[in-house]
Every structure is written in C-alpha cells, then in structure tokens.
C-alpha cells in the first residue's frame, strides 16, 4: 500500500495566519491527491481533489498544489472556521489511503 | 442534496458479527460506486473497501485488515448500501462511514459507532 504522511500533526495558528500543510507519498502518485476537513464529532468533507481543484462552495482562501509525492494545502487567512483537522489522501491506486491528519488549532 | 444515513453500529463481543447499512438519496444510487470507510478513537482515516456500480460490474475490493471478514452488498432497489462484518476484533472498533466516489470520497454519511469489547 502507498503509504501518506503528513506534517505536522499538530499546528498552531492565529487568525489571519498564513498556514500550510505538507503531504508526502511513499511512491509517486500523480496528482491524485485529495484533501479533507474534519471538524470534532463531524464526518470528514472534501476540499480539494485531483491536488488542486476546489470543491464547489469552498473558499478561496484555501489551495492545493504538488505532484509526484510532495503536496502541499495552504489556507491563505485562516479563519476561526478553518480549526479543524486536515486529511490527505491518496486515490492513485487501487486501495485509496490517508494521511494521520493534521490538527489546525488556535494559538 | 446527496445524504447518507448509516445505522446498525452497536457494542459486540470480539469474535462476533455485525451488519451495518447505509441509505442513500439525492442521486442515482444505481450509477454509483460507494465506498466504508472508517476512523478508529482518536485516529486517522482507513478506507475499508468499495462496491462498484452494477453497469461497472457490481464487483468488490477489500482493504487487507478486512478482507475475508468483511462483506459490502447493495441492494439498488432500496438505494441501500450493506456492510456485513464477522469474527470482529477489538482493533475494527471505530466509526463506520460510508461515502461516495470511485477512488475519491465525495459525500459522506454521518458515521456509526461499532465497538467491540468483551
């Protein structure tokens, strides 16, 4: 299985920060990459798909870029919204997996 | 709008079994490739295995912690998606989520608890 991690698992940020999250595959996986935000108790929702499409209805402020095995998600002005928990994966081979997450908390 | 209701997750003793399902409404479930995924306490996501749509073949695939104990089924006319699960071990505890997507997870449920304890 391709293995994804991600760094950091944990970041704190203020509102109005820059954030960027990384995610790196075992093996090249295109640009099949997704992101997902996961708020507590909630089920995940999709971001971004294919490394840097936006899902309709999500704002700008967020972006994704890479390709290969180094992706990055970027939230240009976080906002009180985006404290949440972030998950990449990968969907290049048969057997989809994700990242362990990374948790966007307040500083 | 696309909506996801999983039921049937429960407290069971390890060895036992377990059916959860999931009905779907807001697109054509028939068209769709549906996937379980889930998240154990305070982990991250493990996708759990996926069926495809009957005009794609209706086949399965499995993650290898499931496979061979785990069953997904659909029944079209009831735009219901199944996930049978047998000889459970205290490691499949966690939330069971089913979703939409070939590969890609683009409508999610709400989840169901399934805890295996003795």
């Known amino acids: 299985d391709i293995q994804m991690t991600q760094s950091p698992s944990t970041l704190s940020a203020s509102v109005g920060d820059r954030v960027t999250i990384t995610c790196r595959a075992s093996q090249s996986i295109s640009d099949w990459l997704a992101w997902y935000q996961q708020k507590p108790g909630k089920a995940p929702k999709l971001l971004i798909y294919?490394?840097?499409i936006l899902e309709s209805g999500v704002p700008s402020r967020f972006s994704g870029s890479g390709s290969g095995t180094e992706f990055t998600l970027t939230i240009s002005s976080l906002q009180p919204d985006d404290f949440a928990t972030y998950h990449c994966q990968q969907y290049n081979s048969y057997s989809p997996t994700f990242g362990q997450g990374t948790k966007v908390e307040i500083k | 709008d696309v909506q996801l209701v999983e039921s049937g997750g429960d407290l069971v003793k390890p060895g036992g079994s377990l059916r959860l399902s999931c009905v779907a409404s807001g697109f054509t479930f028939s068209n769709a490739w549906m996937n379980w995924v889930r998240q154990a306490p305070g982990k991250g996501l493990e996708w759990v295995g996926r069926?495809?749509?009957?005009?794609?073949?209706?086949?399965?695939d499995y993650a290898t912690p499931v496979k061979g104990r785990f069953t997904i089924s659909r029944d079209d006319s009831k735009t219901t998606l199944y996930l049978q699960m047998n000889s459970l071990k205290t490691e499949d505890t966690a939330v069971y989520y089913c979703?939409?997507?070939?590969?890609?997870?683009?409508?999610w449920g709400q989840g169901t608890l399934v805890s295996v304890s003795s």
């Open positions: 294919k490394a840097s």
């Open positions: 979703t939409t997507g070939i590969q890609l997870c683009s409508n």
């Open positions: 069926i495809k749509s009957k005009p794609d073949g209706g086949t399965t």
